[in-house]
């Protein structure tokens, strides 16, 4: 028998090795300092404001986002979506017993998490299902990736996470007495020649 997938939902994982997470862990504690921060999906901890992409930033963050931003150009590539760029990124500091409740990511195609200090006690990224298959699957002894309900991925120092953007996920709470830092982002389809085709499709050309 011949097996199609469609409407799969693909999550990708990876390293990056060029980040300097001991800078970023003091650029981002620094931030905090000087702003409150905002409240979405986070339930305790603190969430930075989203930041200007345009802005001048220091180099280590630089080097991060083009890390990330080669790990988008893999994951479209390997998808077969338009390419795509970086449209906004925030910071986040979660200390013990704060989570991040069940959400999506409205405006964007694929979003992520880099995480620059982080275990598996501090809180695990998780992916639901919305397919319904729960009202059809009995109880199994083993789940696999076709019949489980959800996702589940350990945090670690350099790890990057990268998923659909209007898949539901949340974050586990931190059970640890030390903070659990990353960065999220966002991404929106390149404004480049190859992509004027799909502008015009949606009426953003004439």
């Not at 802005?55 to 077969?80: H, R």
């Not at 659909?164 to 389809?189: L, Q």
């Amino acid at each position: 028998m011949k097996a199609d997938l469609w409407f799969p939902t693909i999550i990708w994982q990876g390293d990056l090795k060029q980040a300097n997470n001991f800078e970023l862990t003091e650029y981002v504690y620094k931030l905090k300092e000087e702003s409150q921060g905002r409240k979405i999906s986070n339930y305790g901890g603190w969430q930075s404001e989203a930041q200007d992409l345009l802005a001048q930033k220091p180099i280590t963050v630089e080097v991060l986002l083009q890390g990330i931003q080669n790990s988008i150009n893999q994951c479209t590539k390997m998808a077969e979506l338009p390419t795509l760029q970086i449209s906004d990124f925030w910071w986040n500091v979660n200390p013990n017993g704060s989570y991040n409740q069940p959400h999506n990511h409205r405006d964007s195609l694929l979003s992520g998490v880099y995480y620059i200090d982080a275990t598996p006690e501090q809180g695990r990224i998780q992916f639901y299902r919305e397919d319904d298959a729960e009202f059809f699957m009995p109880r199994l002894p083993k789940y696999s990736q076709i019949t489980s309900q959800k996702a589940t991925y350990n945090p670690a120092p350099g790890k990057i996470i990268i998923f659909p953007s209007w898949v539901k996920h949340s974050v586990e709470g931190n059970t640890t007495d030390k903070d659990r830092i990353s960065m999220s982002f966002n991404t929106m389809i390149a404004m480049t020649p190859e992509n004027d085709q799909i502008a015009k499709l949606n009426g953003f050309q004439q």
